[in-house]
Every structure is written in structure tokens, then in C-alpha cells.
């Protein structure tokens, strides 16, 4: 085994990062600070949305966004089946129910033809998952959206810095999410941010972050005033001004860590090619891939082997692979709650068999490409 592990995914931290963060220690303000707000406005540039509310992390982002747009007890919401589970659990929180359907087999995106099937007078939202950093086809989505009067809620923890049509993912949804934690673009330790182009959605997610209270600590301090006033439910989902100053230093790299995780997504469909047992995702045409994950599909029949004894074979080698996501219609909480089954999603469960996610990060060499790369040729020689 090789001693040397190459993960699926590592952040990046350099000496200007640090000093960014210590500035914060020796400052007067370590929450709810001056830096939070920086943080927001320079995402908010970032994306082109007018507002932007950071929280604690992509989990809370989502919970925040799906209270701003209301939903609660009787409320149903699509959901794709292809995701991580804070994508669905985020409904279930507010007493919502997630409608799992199922995604396109060629890109993994949620599937606009399967959403139509499950709209019903209860539908209130439905939540696009940019899944591995490609962006949904939005304008189909939002042709649905806007025939049934339902709100889109962009779960883009994926894909900062991905265009669709060339628009910016921040623009494309009523709120959109991204996470911040060290195996996404940029990092803040853990954190996350909803941006938006409406007020009354930002006003209630800072209010939500911070337990329903309608100003925080630091508005009170500027305002020489104890009072504070309770107005609804919220949980303390605040984020620090520590984390939010090593964001502000990371947000001024991601473009050129989105080149260079372009450049490696380039390397990887060049070695694979598109007709052999190892087959990349589709990628639309009109999209900017921000490629947080690298996502192949193995022709199991083809090679006769299992996605399981490849995996564990690269891990063997030190190729850190990983999957990404087990369906959420497998997952016992949304069988046992909400009724959902095997079978269900038919395209996402077939997927799920073949997905490895392979390593893809700025720092990555052009030797542990080469490595990876021929580590899963000897492996599947070998089988």
C-alpha cells in the first residue's frame, strides 16, 4: 500500500490566510463582528445578488432558506434523489415533507420531466441540486416553477463560481446555498452563505441565525441599546468573524482554483475518454462546471466487477475515492417517515451502483493525476 494518501477532496490554507485569521484574534470583535458583513458583501458581489446571509454552515444555510420561504406542517418539496441528506432534512425540520424523485442518468441533475410527475396542490418549492458543481438546467426549471407557482430554492453547495447560460449561480434561483466546508472551493473551517435578490428573505434569515432575535449583538452595541425583542423561532446559527476573515482571504483565489479544478476535470476526461468501463458525467452545453467533485460511472457488467472491490482497491493504493450520494429513498429515515421505497428512482439507484468520486483539488499534481489515473487502469487490468 501506498503510504501517501491522495484524498478526494483537501482544502487549501496559505500565510496570507493565517494572517487574516490572527488580525481577527487581536480585534475586538471575534462574532458578530464587522468581518461577517464584509464576508456577505464580497459573496454577494461574487454571485451578483443583492444580499447575502452567512451562517454556520451549509446545513444552516439550507434550514435558513427553507424557512424564508415558508415552509412548514402540510408543505411539500422536491427534492432530487441524488444528494446529501441535509438537502432533504432541512424540509423535514420545518415539518415539511421531501418528495424524492428521481435524476437525468446521464448528468445526475434532478429531472424536470419526473418533477411534473409529483406536483400536487401541497408542492411549495422545489430544491435544484447542482450535483458535483454543474448547475441545473434552470430555465426548464423555472418554466415549471412559474406554471405551478412554486418557489426554487438552488442548493449549490457544489458549485460556487459555476455559470449556467452564463449566469452566475447565485442568480439563479429565488435563494441559493453554498457550503464552506474544507472540501468545497473556498473555506471558512465550516460555514455557509444563502445569497438572494429579495429583502424580506434576507431580513428573516438573519433573524432565523440568531434565535428569532431582531438585531444581533454588534447592531446593539452600534446602537448604545440592551433591548432586543424575540419576533419568531431561530436557532444560533451565527458564524464567526474569525471563520469569515479566512473566507474574505480564500474568496479572492477561488478563480484561479476554479481554472485549475477545470484543468483537472480536462486531464481525467482525456485519459478516460467517453467509450470506455469508466465513463464521466455529462456536461450540458451553456455550463461553466465548477467541478467540486469528480464523478466517473463504471460499467460494472462491462468489467465484471464491483463498484465495492474497485473502491477498495484504490483506498488500498491510496487513492482516497469516494461516493457520492447513496439515494435518499434508500435511506431508512425517508422509507420509515415519508414512505419512500427501492424503486422509486430507478435512474439515480442503477447510478448509485457505478458513482466514484475521484480525488479533484487546486493542489493536485500533475504526478497524482498520473498516479491516479494508473492505479485505476492496473485495477481494473488486474480484476
Not at 177 to 201: D, L, Q
Not at 221 to 243: L, P
Not at 366 to 380: F, H, K, M, P
Request: aromatic share 8%; proline share 4%; net charge negative.
Amino acid at each position: 500500500m501506498n503510504s501517501t494518501l491522495i484524498p478526494y477532496g483537501r482544502h487549501q490554507v496559505g500565510a496570507d490566510d493565517i494572517e487574516a485569521v490572527v488580525r481577527v484574534l487581536n480585534s475586538s470583535w471575534l462574532t458578530t463582528g464587522p468581518k461577517v458583513a464584509e464576508f456577505e458583501n464580497a459573496v454577494a458581489a461574487y454571485t451578483g445578488a443583492k444580499y447575502a446571509v452567512a451562517v454556520s454552515s451549509g446545513t444552516a444555510a439550507l434550514h435558513c432558506a427553507a424557512y424564508a420561504l415558508g415552509i412548514e406542517p402540510g408543505d411539500e418539496v422536491i427534492v432530487p434523489a441524488l444528494t446529501f441528506a441535509a438537502t432533504a432534512n432541512c424540509v423535514a425540520a420545518l415539518g415539511g415533507t421531501p418528495v424524492v424523485v428521481d435524476v437525468h442518468p446521464e448528468t445526475l441533475l434532478i429531472d424536470v420531466a419526473e418533477i411534473q410527475k409529483h406536483v400536487t396542490a401541497r408542492t411549495k418549492a422545489i430544491i435544484a441540486v447542482d450535483y458535483a458543481g454543474q448547475p441545473c438546467n434552470y430555465d426548464m426549471l423555472h418554466e415549471v416553477a412559474d406554471r405551478y407557482g412554486l418557489h426554487i430554492l438552488a442548493d449549490a453547495c457544489h458549485a460556487l463560481g459555476a455559470c449556467f447560460n452564463g449566469v452566475r449561480t447565485g442568480q439563479l434561483a429565488d435563494l441559493t446555498v453554498f457550503s464552506f466546508h474544507p472540501v468545497k472551493h473556498i473555506t471558512t473551517g465550516e460555514g455557509g452563505m444563502v445569497v438572494t435578490n429579495h429583502a424580506r428573505y434576507a431580513e428573516m434569515m438573519r433573524r432565523f441565525r440568531n434565535h428569532g432575535i431582531t438585531a444581533d449583538h454588534h447592531q446593539r452595541s452600534q446602537e448604545n441599546t440592551w433591548h432586543y425583542e424575540v419576533a419568531d423561532i431561530g436557532f444560533n446559527y451565527r458564524i464567526t468573524d474569525i471563520q469569515c476573515a479566512l473566507g474574505i482571504s480564500q474568496l479572492g483565489k477561488l478563480d484561479g482554483w476554479l481554472a485549475r479544478r477545470r484543468e483537472i476535470a480536462g486531464y481525467y476526461a482525456d485519459a478516460f475518454g467517453t467509450a470506455g468501463a469508466i465513463r464521466p458525467l455529462k456536461v450540458s452545453q451553456g455550463v461553466d462546471h465548477a467541478y467540486h467533485l469528480y464523478v466517473v460511472r463504471l460499467d460494472t457488467e462491462q468489467l465484471s466487477v464491483s463498484r465495492a472491490e474497485v473502491f477498495q482497491a484504490l483506498r488500498e493504493s491510496g487513492i482516497g475515492a469516494n461516493v457520492h450520494y447513496p439515494p435518499l429513498n434508500l435511506q431508512p429515515y425517508y422509507q420509515n417517515r415519508f414512505g419512500a421505497y427501492r424503486g422509486q428512482c430507478p435512474a439515480a439507484e442503477a447510478a448509485y451502483e457505478q458513482l466514484l468520486s475521484l480525488p479533484i483539488y487546486p493542489s493536485l499534481t500533475a504526478q497524482d493525476i498520473e498516479r491516479v489515473t494508473a492505479t485505476l487502469d492496473s485495477i481494473l487490468s488486474d480484476i
